[in-house]
């Protein structure tokens, strides 16, 4: 168990994700409505997508399996601030770590066609906060504790 808690979240989360691009179906799986509704001409420039709304308060919403994947992103950062707070010996190795992951997720973005879009980029950037928020919490930490004693 410890060595799924050693890695970053955005690792297995970009694992997931490439697997769904070798499986054919990212980044057309993040248009496809949750619920019923009709994809015409999948996969094409000219996708059309009509689904079923879900209507709350007078507005129509489509709910697609990019939203998903984004509140479990949301929810994985989340996540990964709170390892952060950890006074653990392998913090630095984990900001390491996500550091080196988020190098990966912006490298596909910048050179991978199917990673071009800005779900992957929105991902990209909470990779970036994880690392950002990570070194942030972890020097605050340490100046605490340095003055306190």
Not at 18 to 37: E, Q, R, T
Not at 132 to 140: D, Q, V
Request: hydrophobic share 55%.
């Amino acid at each position: 168990m410890k060595f799924v808690y050693f890695f970053p979240a955005f690792a297995y989360l970009l694992l997931f994700i490439y697997v769904l691009h070798l499986l054919g179906v990212f980044p057309y799986c993040i248009d496809l409505p949750i619920f019923g509704g009709v994809i015409e001409n999948f996969g094409q420039p000219n996708q059309v997508i009509r689904g079923n709304p879900i209507e709350m308060n007078g507005t129509e919403w489509f709910p697609t399996w990019g939203v998903v994947l984004i509140l479990v992103a949301l929810i994985l950062l989340f996540w990964e601030l709170h390892k952060s707070t950890m006074t653990t010996g392998s913090v630095t190795s984990d900001h390491a770590l996500s550091t080196v992951v988020f190098i990966l997720y912006f490298g596909l973005f910048l050179s991978q066609k199917w990673a071009g879009n800005s779900f992957f980029l929105t991902i990209t950037l909470m990779a970036l906060l994880d690392v950002i928020a990570g070194f942030t919490i972890s020097i605050t930490a340490a100046r605490r504790d340095f003055s306190a004693g």
